[in-house]
Structures are given as C-alpha cells and as structure tokens.
C-alpha cells in the first residue's frame, strides 16, 4: 500500500468516525429533547390527586390538579365545584364563583352548579364539600 492510499484509507476512518459522533452525540440526544412529553394520566387521575390535595389542605395541588383535570374533560361538573371549594377555603372567592360559572358554561343546566354559585353569592358556601362527597 502506497503512502497516498494510506493517508486516504486513515482520513477516511476519521471521516467516518466523526459523522458517528456528531450523529450520536449531537444529533440523536437533540431529537430526544425535542419530543413532546407524554403523560398517561387521565382526567380521574388528576381528579383523584387533587380530591387528596383538597382532604389535606394543600389547596394550590389541588386548584393545579382540578386544572388539568377540566382541561382533559371539561364535561365533569364535579371537577368544577371541587376546584371551587379548594380556591373558597384558600381564601379566594373571585376565583371559586368564576370556576363556577366556567362549569356552568359547560352545563348550564347543573343544579348542583347553580346552587353552588347561589351560595358563593350569598357567602353561605360550605368549602368541605368537595372533600366529603368523595
């Protein structure tokens, strides 16, 4: 083998050995990151989580939790007043009765609903609701 063919077949090597590094050590980890992630909970999963956040008095995972829970299925009017009473009992009652209305959009028929946003108007809204239905 020639001295030419040599340096050809060793700048050829390394040709090769660097497009596999910068394929599998740039490229493949970037495609990776770049993935959405995905998550298996279901809406009675974020639901059964904020439902013990609200039996602890952890009133922040619970509203967190009742968001995700109405963002996956915004038809469940129970998330709603749940999410309403974890936001009355941490003292804020603006957002409880505008939970109430958004469900209430939802279904505007819901008795337990408009009973819940009648007694948030009248400041007669019991917040251990949620945490006793259960």
Same mark, same amino acid.
């Given at each position: 083998?020639?001295? %030419?063919?040599?340096?050809?077949?060793?700048?050829?090597?390394?040709?090769?050995?660097?497009?596999?590094?910068?394929?599998?050590?740039?490229?493949?980890?970037?495609?990776?990151?770049?993935?959405?992630?995905?998550?298996?909970?279901?809406?009675?999963?974020?639901?059964?989580?904020?439902?013990?956040?609200?039996?602890?008095?952890?009133?922040?995972?619970?509203?967190?939790? *009742?968001?995700?829970?109405?963002?996956? /299925?915004?038809?469940?009017?129970?998330? *709603?007043?749940?999410?309403?009473?974890?936001?009355?009992?941490?003292? /804020?009652?603006?957002?409880?009765?505008? #939970?109430?209305?958004?469900?209430? #959009?939802?279904?505007?028929?819901?008795?337990?609903?408009?009973? %819940?946003?009648?007694?948030?108007?009248?400041?007669?809204?019991?917040?251990?609701?949620?945490?006793?239905?259960?």
């Amino acid at each position: 083998m020639t001295k %030419r063919n040599k340096k050809t077949v060793i700048v050829s090597i390394l040709v090769v050995v660097l497009l596999a590094a910068l394929v599998f050590g740039v490229i493949l980890p970037y495609r990776n990151k770049t993935k959405a992630p995905t998550s298996n909970n279901t809406p009675i999963d974020y639901s059964t989580t904020a439902k013990q956040a609200l039996d602890n008095k952890n009133y922040t995972v619970a509203v967190e939790n *009742y968001n995700k829970a109405i963002t996956a /299925d915004p038809t469940v009017a129970e998330n *709603y007043i749940d999410k309403s009473a974890a936001e009355y009992a941490s003292g /804020d009652t603006e957002a409880a009765k505008a #939970t109430v209305v958004e469900g209430l #959009t939802q279904d505007p028929n819901n008795e337990l609903l408009k009973a %819940r946003l009648d007694a948030l108007d009248k400041n007669t809204f019991d917040s251990n609701i949620g945490a006793e239905r259960q």
